[in-house]
């Protein structure tokens, strides 16, 4: 095996994960085009949370869990990627090794949320 290149490791979510907490890990953003798009702030105010994408979109959304894009998210759907938001390879890697469960997984607390 190549020591050099280890395989990306898996995170595990569970699927009720709120969805403020999941793309402030995951910086990733799908549009309702099926466009993912990479996240470069997140400013939550209470239930709902602006987000700036690296291509220069701002864009509101509520705190749900049920919404399209937590859906998207969680299916991984999307048709493709945005060129202008250079999302590097390691972090669609990441995102595509990222497994969500309805009974196990992190439900990504405060404090698990802000370490990095
Ligand atoms: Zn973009």
Redesign the pocket.
């Given at each position: 095996m190549d020591k050099e290149q280890p395989p990306a490791a898996q995170h595990h979510y569970r699927k009720r994960v709120e969805l403020f907490r999941l793309i402030a890990k995951i910086k990733l953003w799908p549009?309702r085009l099926g466009?993912?798009?990479?996240i470069r702030a997140i400013e939550v105010h209470g239930a709902t949370a602006l987000i700036t994408?690296?291509?220069?979109?701002t864009l509101s959304a509520n705190n749900s869990r049920s919404s399209r894009a937590a859906r998207w998210l969680r299916n991984k759907r999307f048709i493709g990627v945005?060129?202008?938001?250079g999302?590097p390879d390691w972090k669609l890697a990441k995102y595509n090794a990222t497994r969500f469960h309805r009974h196990s997984g992190s439900q990504l607390h405060s404090q698990e949320a802000g370490r990095k």
């Amino acid at each position: 095996m190549d020591k050099e290149q280890p395989p990306a490791a898996q995170h595990h979510y569970r699927k009720r994960v709120e969805l403020f907490r999941l793309i402030a890990k995951i910086k990733l953003w799908p549009s309702r085009l099926g466009i993912l798009h990479g996240i470069r702030a997140i400013e939550v105010h209470g239930a709902t949370a602006l987000i700036t994408t690296h291509c220069g979109r701002t864009l509101s959304a509520n705190n749900s869990r049920s919404s399209r894009a937590a859906r998207w998210l969680r299916n991984k759907r999307f048709i493709g990627v945005c060129g202008a938001c250079g999302i590097p390879d390691w972090k669609l890697a990441k995102y595509n090794a990222t497994r969500f469960h309805r009974h196990s997984g992190s439900q990504l607390h405060s404090q698990e949320a802000g370490r990095k």
